[in-house]
């Protein structure tokens, strides 16, 4: 049966519901069309998937289309987003016409016509070159906190003609000629990745993915992307299994937009090698209840990522009553509340460490787990998330 906005009263705040209800009030019939890159894998798929339904159903006339194109123009689009990270790119003029080029086919095919435009990352950034219509704001979800400024500069002489632009955290923000909104990511707490399993549900879910539940499992979800640092999620379980036995589990799949995904899983598996402990799993796009079942099997989950626009798998983490451990990198740092709702690390080894504290010590964990699972309900549920998305939307819409 399809979720319903009344069933989030279960699980929002007080309150948090019949806001919604008064707000929408403000935006009915407004049209908005959200536009990304790919329709599966990573955190901006798996929240329109969710978004869009309840903007819908609050009646906002909600669409998203997905821009698509060749090899040439995600190998560019993976180097921007390589780049706005902070990692020198090597980007051709070639690579450059690919993406201006994509971006001027995708404007004839997709009907850009809406109130509000709200453009996804740098993929779709240069629809705004086609403009008729509506306001345009660019939602950037990456860690654009320095990026390599070559190629902000690129994408910026794109940015300054939107309306406005959101970023995922205030550190992100640039300097721009254009508003500037704050929006933090959200999961929903009724979706098949987080919803309740009951204990069978999730023994079948690691059955069927043979990871046996004999000891601690340490568990990373991720896509295999060098900023998440699986590499480094290894190293750290080896110094822990001198003196803790646990298993470590990697989980992850491929994003239909990310060329570079089999090449890290493949360094992965050269990291895990032979030992029988380390289970790097290969995970379909629509793996929702595995992943669930898995982060609820986990002792302690990791997100030990480098760079990270948000991180929705440690909030994910965090709803299921995890303590986690995490990079101190973008939007994980807004999660985790050090000490209190897990702990943010900066090498190998404070991840060792702060593994082995919490293996060895059981209440913390549980006390963590319960505190990070009220803080994910008070700040990153989908309820907060529509929220902000229709506040922006009334404020874009009735600005001059
Ligand atoms: N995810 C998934 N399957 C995978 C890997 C990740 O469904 O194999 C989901 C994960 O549960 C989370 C999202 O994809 O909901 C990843 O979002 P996040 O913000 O953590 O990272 P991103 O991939 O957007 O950089």
Not at 15 to 43: C, H, I, P, Q, W
Not at 52 to 67: F, H, S, T
Request: glycine share 6%; net charge neutral.
């Amino acid at each position: 049966m399809a979720v319903r906005l009344e069933d989030y009263r279960e699980v929002a705040p007080p309150g948090a519901v019949d806001f919604l209800y008064r707000l929408s009030e403000r935006v009915k019939g407004t049209s908005m069309l959200n536009v990304n890159s790919t329709k599966y894998g990573g955190g901006v798929a798996e929240i329109l998937h969710r978004l869009i339904p309840m903007l819908n159903e609050v009646g906002v006339q909600a669409r998203w289309e997905v821009i698509q194109g060749a090899d040439e123009f995600y190998a560019c689009t993976k180097a921007f987003h390589n780049a706005l990270q902070g990692t020198e790119q090597a980007i051709t003029q070639k690579m450059l016409d690919a993406y201006v080029e994509t971006n001027r086919e995708n404007a004839k095919r997709l009907l850009l016509d809406a109130n509000v435009m709200l453009i996804h990352d740098p993929q779709p950034a240069a629809l705004i070159d086609y403009r008729t219509v509506g306001k345009w704001i660019w939602r950037c979800h990456i860690d654009a906190s320095q990026p390599v400024r070559r190629v902000w500069n690129f994408i910026r002489q794109y940015v300054v003609k939107y309306d406005a632009a959101v970023f995922s955290l205030p550190r992100f923000a640039q300097r721009l000629p254009i508003s500037q909104f704050l929006v933090y990511p959200s999961i929903d707490p009724l979706s098949d990745k987080n919803r309740d399993l009951t204990e069978a549900e999730v023994d079948a879910h690691l059955g069927r993915l043979n990871v046996p539940r004999d000891k601690p499992i340490l568990l990373q979800v991720s896509r295999f992307d060098r900023f998440k640092d699986p590499v480094g999620v290894i190293r750290a379980y080896r110094l822990v299994k001198k003196h803790n036995d646990c298993r470590l589990v990697l989980a992850g799949g491929g994003a239909a937009d990310d060329p570079e995904g089999k090449a890290v899983l493949a360094e992965v598996q050269a990291a895990a090698g032979e030992d029988p402990d380390i289970h790097a799993l290969e995970l379909p796009p629509d793996a929702h209840l595995a992943i669930n079942a898995l982060q609820r099997a986990a002792t302690i989950v990791l997100q030990k990522s480098t760079k990270e626009g948000f991180g929705l798998t440690v909030a994910e983490a965090m709803w299921k009553g995890k303590p986690v451990i995490g990079g101190a990198a973008g939007g994980i740092t807004a999660q985790i509340i050090y000490d209190v709702t897990g702990y943010t690390v900066n090498s190998v080894e404070g991840a060792a460490f702060r593994i082995r504290h919490l293996l060895n010590n059981p209440d913390v964990r549980e006390k963590m787990g319960q505190d990070a699972k009220e803080y994910v309900r008070q700040s990153f549920l989908i309820t907060r998330h529509l929220r902000d998305y229709l506040t922006l939307m009334y404020a874009v819409v009735n600005s001059g």
